[in-house]
Nanobody
Framework: QGRLVESGGGLVQPGGSLRLSCVASGFTWDHYGVGWFRQAPGKEREGVSCISSNDDNTYYTDSVKGRFTISRDYAKNTVYLQMDSLKPEDTAVYYC???????????????????WGQGTQVTVSS
């Protein structure tokens, strides 16, 4: 059974950086689509970024464009979300998720994603 584990969250001051990691295990195939989502207290979950199966397509929600970067290390079965110039409004629990099929163009809507991690808390505050 596939499993995802996120890490890298924490408390950071505005303008700071964090790198989130999502490690996948138990999957028989590794070229899946991966998305990052977040949920702030009292708000609905929103899509943040995603990466396609061959890493040739990525997508970012408007509020993080130019600040966040998604990447993948196949050797480590890990997808990263580098978050720079963090703002208080980035505070949320961040989740990674897998769409377990070949994905040419990813999308940050939760429907296609079947496997989810437990989340990691990111708090941006002075």
């Amino acid at each position: 059974q596939g499993r995802l584990v996120e890490s890298g969250g924490g408390l950071v001051q505005p303008g700071g950086s964090l790198r989130l990691s999502c490690v996948a295990s138990g999957f028989t195939w590794d070229h899946y689509g991966v998305g990052w989502f977040r949920q702030a207290p009292g708000k609905e979950r929103e899509g943040v970024s995603c990466i396609s199966s061959n890493d040739d397509n990525t997508y970012y929600t408007d509020s993080v464009k130019g600040r966040f970067t998604i990447s993948r290390d196949y050797a480590k079965n890990t997808v990263y979300l580098q978050m720079d110039s963090l703002k208080p409004e980035d505070t949320a629990v961040y989740y990674c998720a897998i769409e377990p099929q070949f994905v040419q163009y990813c999308a940050i809507v939760s429907g296609p994603y079947e496997y989810w991690g437990q989340g990691t808390q990111v708090t941006v505050s002075s």
